[in-house]
């Protein structure tokens, strides 16, 4: 028979915070997920088991704005195990001055596929 592990997370992909409880075997298998109120949780749940990700927040430099920083983001989640390297990478950056919202300052960042953008419109001094 084989073992069965259980692993406890809280759903943030709403405010509603379900706790959830994960069953898995002994190959880290998902058999089970329980707690979530909608289906969201459930991928919510087998994504933090195989494959956690968020998404990145931060600020650059910004050369000849208004401001003389730029709020940043990554497009889509990236793995979690990268987030201390993508800040590094983030904090080597200087951009110039204007820019616009969504605008790619780093693609493929980290080599994680994913794109790191601007949040907003940035105009020049
Ligand atoms: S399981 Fe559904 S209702 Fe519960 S926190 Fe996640 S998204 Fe919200």
Do not use: W
């Not at 073992?3 to 880290?28: H, M, Q």
């Not at 088991?49 to 709020?71: E, H, M, N, W």
């Not at 110039?96 to 949040?119: F, M, R, S, Y």
């Amino acid at each position: 028979m084989s073992e069965l592990t259980e692993r406890k997370f809280i759903c943030v992909s709403c405010p509603l915070g379900c706790g959830l409880t994960v069953r898995l075997d002994s190959s880290g298998e998902v058999i089970k997920v329980e707690g979530n109120t909608c289906p969201r949780g459930e991928s919510y749940a087998r994504s933090e088991v195989k494959d956690p990700r968020r998404v990145f927040a931060s600020t650059v430099r910004v050369k000849g704005g208004k401001l003389p920083v730029c709020p940043i983001r990554s497009k889509t989640p990236a793995p979690k195990d990268k987030l201390f390297e993508i800040a590094q990478e983030v904090a080597k950056l200087e951009v110039n001055a204007p820019l616009e919202i969504g605008q790619v300052l780093i693609h493929n960042v980290c080599g994680t596929d994913v794109d790191i953008v601007t949040c907003r419109d940035l105009a020049a001094r």
